[in-house]
């Protein structure tokens, strides 16, 4: 643990931030809109209500997140039930920060959450803000301007609390120095290692062994059980059909939807920012506006607003509720090209130029693909939910899934034959090969009840045959016999030789004398720290572990991860010095020092939070 927390201490920071919500809210999916029970309390925390459609929310986030950094992974596989606790304690820890900052009266200004929203990744278009991905991206969450912004206020809050705690800790003197006494250590040892290959070689064995090891193991060798198994799957993808969507369909959604829409016309803007000006500079600055100067240059020259400034002030573009009041209003009125007079807000005096305005368009062709996609995908949805209905009615007490498929209208398939371990596909999902080797289904012979593999998939199975436990011939097993036995008999004797050599060297011999007397490998390690790289890694490792010696050096013997035995004679420990280090290492140690401070104190104060709370679930 030393080593690692060694090697990991440069450019260590403090690991604890509150993810924004704008990437926490876009990584999820459609399944995300709810209706009804939405709304609901899933829990309540100090009087303040989680709802169900926020741990649906986190939940799928949960999952996406899970999923894009285990490339393959069977999202059937992540079970919202086992997630819930978790995301649910995320939630409640959250709420109970936020809470606190309430109290601790902190808040966030308009400009600030402004300048989030433009220099956010997720609603930029090479390298700049894009209005339409911005507000596609609320419309596909479901979340309105104002209570985007909300939610942001409401996070920024929280990391300003966390702040608050974490940027106050501190490392003594004291602390430092007992840490460096540690993980400076430097030690004296040496060792020789006695390796297995040239035993596992040295091993003969006979037929009477393989034999007798054979029939003492029998248990080691038979088959798993195995079962076959008939079922039925349904899924979205297997109710699609193109006549199930006709042109005039996805022509009414269209004209609907239009009826719905605000096309918002859209301005690109530029500014020069004056944080703190004088009357004299924002008047010079006028002048040269007026003057015909180029605006852009003016920008790069004047303008507070280093970020803009260097893309001749471009702000991107607007719909007329990203920047505060004064600044939309004094845009709204420009014409193109046109700059304004000087205009203030929280954030200082702002020239405001109109680059360019855009009109949000809504076309049949464009939109055509999407809503033929929704329109298949709730046609399929009401499809699904009656065949699933139906599936669970005719499969319940079924003597034979044959009839059922064919009143369901879905494909009988049968299985190759798998263990309780799993197989390929569908048979591959833990749930589905629990359910196969159930009681239900092996001994009852009834049909499983109907699975839920996540995504609107799924499954009901019954059994087909079953492959019953089998003894082994010798002739089908004599190779991973001898393998394990070998492996056995070479053990055995590793074992005996490495006490023999342990028992020389407590006695007296050196590592030297023994290892050289058996012609085997022997090193030496001096002054030796935890990142020294002049001896082997594993044996280092386990060295540092050895308790400090004291009249008497410390000797051990130990199994390397390839199975080689060591044995290994600890002399001398020198406790690390903190003079000794750079200003540069004493800067990192400081840092990691802190950053384990900051996170005792934080996780102590979520406590607090937690003892006082009341909270029901």
Do not use: C
């Amino acid at each position: 643990m030393l080593d690692s927390f060694r090697t990991n201490m440069k450019g260590m920071a403090i690991g604890i931030t509150v993810v924004i919500g704008a990437i926490f809210a876009f990584s999820g999916t459609g399944t995300l809109f709810l209706s009804g029970s939405g709304a609901d309390a899933a829990l309540i925390v100090n009087d303040s209500t989680i709802t169900e459609l926020q741990v649906v929310r986190a939940i799928s986030s949960q999952k996406q997140r899970i999923l894009n950094e285990n490339e393959g992974l069977d999202a059937s596989l992540l079970d919202d039930d086992l997630l819930r606790p978790n995301v649910v304690d995320q939630l409640i820890g959250r709420e109970l920060l936020a809470q606190a900052s309430q109290r601790q009266r902190m808040g966030v200004s308009e400009q600030t959450i402004n300048d989030y929203i433009l220099a956010s990744e997720a609603f930029q278009s090479d390298g700049r803000f894009d209005q339409n991905r911005y507000r596609f991206a609320l419309q596909q969450q479901g979340y309105t301007s104002a209570s985007f912004k909300a939610m942001l206020s409401n996070d920024m809050r929280v990391q300003q609390l966390i702040n608050g705690i974490t940027d106050t800790v501190f490392a003594t003197d004291l602390e430092l120095s007992a840490l460096a006494s540690v993980t400076e250590q430097k030690r004296d040892f040496y060792y020789l290692r006695l390796p297995v290959a040239p035993i596992q070689e040295s091993v003969v064995l006979s037929d009477e062994q393989i034999s007798d090891y054979y029939q003492a193991n029998l248990a080691s060798y038979q088959t798993d059980a195995q079962v076959v198994v008939d079922y039925i799957e349904l899924s979205p993808a297997q109710l699609v059909d193109p006549t199930l969507v006709t042109s005039g369909q996805i022509a009414t959604r269209f004209e609907e939807e239009l009826l719905t829409l605000d096309l918002a016309e859209s301005r690109q803007v530029a500014h020069i920012l004056l944080e703190d000006a004088s009357d004299e500079l924002v008047a010079e600055i006028q002048g040269k506006i007026i003057a015909g100067e180029t605006f852009g240059e003016l920008a790069r020259e004047y303008s507070d607003d280093f970020a803009s400034a260097e893309s001749e002030g471009d702000l991107g573009y607007t719909a007329g509720d990203t920047f505060p009041e004064a600044f939309e209003s004094a845009l709204a009125i420009l014409n193109l090209g046109e700059v304004s007079p000087p205009v203030t807000t929280d954030a200082g005096i702002h020239f405001i130029k109109l680059l360019d305005i855009q009109q949000d368009t809504y076309l049949l062709t464009d939109e055509s693909p999407r809503i033929e996609r929704e329109l298949m995908r709730e046609a399929t949805t009401d499809q699904l939910i009656a065949k699933l209905e139906l599936l669970k009615e005719l499969s319940f007490n079924a003597e034979s899934l044959t009839e059922v498929a064919e009143d369901v209208g879905l494909e009988l398939n049968t299985s190759d034959a798998f263990s309780r371990f799993g197989g390929q596909g569908v048979t591959g999902i833990a749930k589905v090969s629990a359910a196969a080797f159930s009681d239900e289904v092996i001994k009852d012979k009834y049909a499983s009840e109907v699975l839920d593999l996540g995504n609107d998939r799924y499954v009901v199975l019954k059994l087909n045959q079953y492959i019953d436990v089998r003894q082994k011939e010798m002739s089908e097993v004599r190779e991973s016999v001898v393998v394990s036995l070998t492996a056995s008999e070479s053990a055995k004797r590793l074992a005996d030789l490495g006490s023999e050599l342990l028992a020389e060297i407590v006695a007296g011999s050196s590592v030297e004398s023994v290892a050289k007397a058996r012609k085997l490998e022997w090193q030496v390690g001096k002054s030796v720290n935890r990142r020294g790289i002049d001896v082997n890694a594993e044996v280092r490792s386990i060295v540092f572990n050895f308790p400090l010696p004291g009249a008497e050096s410390v000797i051990d013997g130990f199994y390397l991860s390839n199975g080689d035995y060591v044995v290994a004679e600890l002399t001398k420990v020198v406790s690390g010095d903190l003079s000794s280090l750079s200003q540069a290492e004493i800067g990192s140690l400081a840092a990691a020092t802190r950053s384990m401070n900051a996170s005792r104190d934080m996780l102590a104060y979520q406590d607090t939070l937690r003892e006082k709370a009341e909270i029901v679930q």
